[in-house]
């Protein structure tokens, strides 16, 4: 294999006059600018060493620029899992087991790892013990050194909250707003990532045969809250169903989004970035409904993007020390 890419080799060797045209082919072909050679050298870095092929380096940098930077590690991935409730009271609800959420935790810290970032899972937290721990990692002085950030929150919900393992709301935009730049300097201008697995309603989407193995992530109680976005830039929230509706999990091989979301970011990573990688899994749910007593449901996943640039989770982007 040699130790060069097409891209850098038009940096290194092609005609000057040429250099710029070949290298706008080759991109649109779907050429990795980011690739390093065996000395950790990228196709933009050969390129600025050549003063006479500027037209590619500015070529190169512009692709260069679409991202967000990558580190190694690149940043703490949080698994945030409620899976057992407590008994219900006259102010909470009382909530059945999620089973077959520890498929996903395992699914999402098996592929984190693998991608090289900091992976922390906490389960069965009350609705202030959540808050408290999300308020202890946005003090981090290690988010400093990450370039990113991502949060799997996975429990019961109802529209724009999840349920605490007591029963208790947390709205969506109180848990991600802590971490928005002017709270959290360590991630300014880094990309914040939340994954949600949860119902945000009862209403299923009806496509055409519910199983005994398919539950949904409802709570009895619906909490309204109109403003699911976070107040400024560099979000992403990936939400498993649209409001108002159900999200499915099976009992034995865990939540349909989670495991997807999974499957495809694992396949994908290093030639895609995160929001197409997204919009395929949007695709796939939809047109693989979930099989429930009753019929065929649609999985219609929600995405609120916010991000200024694009999001790599390939750890190879990342500068070798």
């Not at 969506?172 to 939340?194: D, H």
Request: hydrophobic letters at 35%; aromatic letters at 8%.
């Amino acid at each position: 294999m040699s130790e060069y890419t097409p891209l850098m080799l038009a940096a290194i060797s092609a005609p000057p006059a040429t250099a710029a045209a070949v290298g706008r082919v080759l991109l649109d072909s779907g050429a990795d600018w980011s690739m390093m050679n065996y000395g950790g050298m990228t196709a933009p870095e050969f390129a600025t060493l050549q003063e006479e092929k500027s037209e590619l380096a500015e070529l190169l940098r512009g692709h260069e620029e679409d991202f967000y930077p990558v580190t190694n590690p690149q940043g703490y991935c949080l698994i945030i899992n409620i899976s057992k409730y407590d008994s219900g009271s006259d102010i909470t609800l009382s909530l059945a087991e999620r089973q077959g959420s520890d498929r996903d935790v395992d699914r999402v810290k098996q592929i984190f790892e693998r991608l090289r970032f900091i992976v922390k899972i906490k389960k069965d937290l009350t609705a202030e013990q959540l808050d408290d721990f999300l308020h202890e990692i946005k003090k981090s002085r290690d988010l400093a050194k990450h370039g990113s950030f991502v949060c799997f929150l996975m429990a019961h919900g109802s529209h724009d909250c999840i349920y605490g393992k007591n029963g208790v709301p947390c709205e969506i935009r109180n848990l991600t707003e802590k971490f928005k730049s002017s709270v959290c300097r360590s991630l300014e201008g880094k990309p914040k990532v939340f994954f949600i697995q949860a119902c945000r309603g009862s209403r299923r989407d009806r496509a055409v045969a519910r199983s005994s193995r398919e539950q949904t992530d409802e709570a009895g109680a619906p909490v309204y809250n109109s403003a699911i976005r976070p107040a400024e830039g560099d979000f992403l929230l990936c939400y498993a169903t649209t409001p108002g509706s159900a999200a499915f999990r099976n009992i034995d091989s865990g939540s349909r989004y989670v495991q997807t979301v999974c499957e495809f970011i694992e396949k994908y990573f290093r030639e895609l970035d995160l929001i197409t990688i997204m919009t395929k899994v949007s695709g796939y749910l939809h047109k693989n409904p979930v099989q429930v007593k009753g019929g065929l449901y649609h999985v219609v996943p929600q995405k609120v993007d916010q991000l200024s640039s694009l999001v790599s989770f390939d750890p190879d982007r990342a500068r070798k020390a």
